[in-house]
């Protein structure tokens, strides 16, 4: 069973760069899927950040583009995100996951990220 | 760029009872990159429905998803108290690719 788990800091300052990563457990980042970051300001829907391949191929949301990196390190099983710019419209709980068939299969267990001085 | 509308936004009702939710795109999706999940609070969300109507593992049979055109719905045939939650609908998208959800329905205990 894939696990999956986030780190990175609660509290970053606005205009900051927001960092996080994701430990994969139970499963290897080189599989044949894709991996994901996904958001959910506190009280709204979920909105889908991007996505990375095992050879470090990705794809972003359009809206958060200009703003996001998302990289794989295979020696450690684990991918990060790095949002950079940030307001306090990108305080949201933060989520890795892998992907499945054209969905989200396994998700972590989400980290809250406060954007705040 | 794909919207799906979830209705209701808000579904009252009561265990032993049928829940029919709704999901709406604007444009035609494949039914492959159609996807439904339940997130309870403080939980990450679950995947419950892909491909439009086949469910994941583990999720009970009482769960079913169906399609008709553009519209998509989830039925929950008898809730289960564990079954009030906030349910989300999702497509991939293939230009550009990605992922868009639902804003979600709330199933609450009437």
């Known amino acids: 069973q894939v696990q999956l788990q986030e780190s990175g800091p609660g509290l970053v300052k606005p205009s900051g760069t927001l960092s996080l990563t994701c430990a994969v457990s139970?499963?290897?980042?080189?599989?044949?899927?894709?991996w994901s970051w996904v958001r959910q300001p506190p009280g709204k829907g979920l909105e889908w950040i991007g996505e990375i391949y095992r050879g470090g191929s990705t794809n972003y949301s359009p809206s958060l583009k200009s703003r996001v990196t998302i990289s794989v390190d295979k020696s450690k099983n684990e991918f990060s995100l790095k949002l950079s710019s940030v307001t306090a419209a990108d305080t949201a709980v933060y989520y890795c996951?892998?992907?499945?068939?054209?969905?989200?299969?396994?998700w972590g267990q989400g980290t809250l990220v406060i954007v705040s001085s | 760029e794909i919207v799906l509308t979830q209705s209701p936004g808000t579904l009252s009702l009561s265990p032993g009872e049928r829940a029919t939710l709704s999901c709406r795109a604007s444009q035609s999706v494949s039914s492959r990159y159609l996807a439904w999940y339940q997130q309870k609070p403080g939980q990450a969300p679950r995947l419950l429905i892909y491909g439009a109507s086949s469910r994941a593992t583990g999720i009970p049979d009482r769960f079913s998803g169906s399609v008709s055109g553009t519209d998509f719905t989830l039925t929950i045939s008898r809730l289960e108290p564990e079954d009030f939650a906030v349910y989300y609908c999702?497509?991939?998208?293939?230009?550009?690719?990605?992922?868009?959800f639902g804003q979600g329905t709330k199933l609450e205990i009437k």
């Open positions: 996951a892998r992907q499945g068939s054209y969905n989200v299969e396994y």
């Open positions: 999702q497509q991939y998208g293939s230009s550009p690719p990605g992922y868009t």
């Open positions: 139970g499963g290897s980042i080189s599989s044949n899927n894709w």
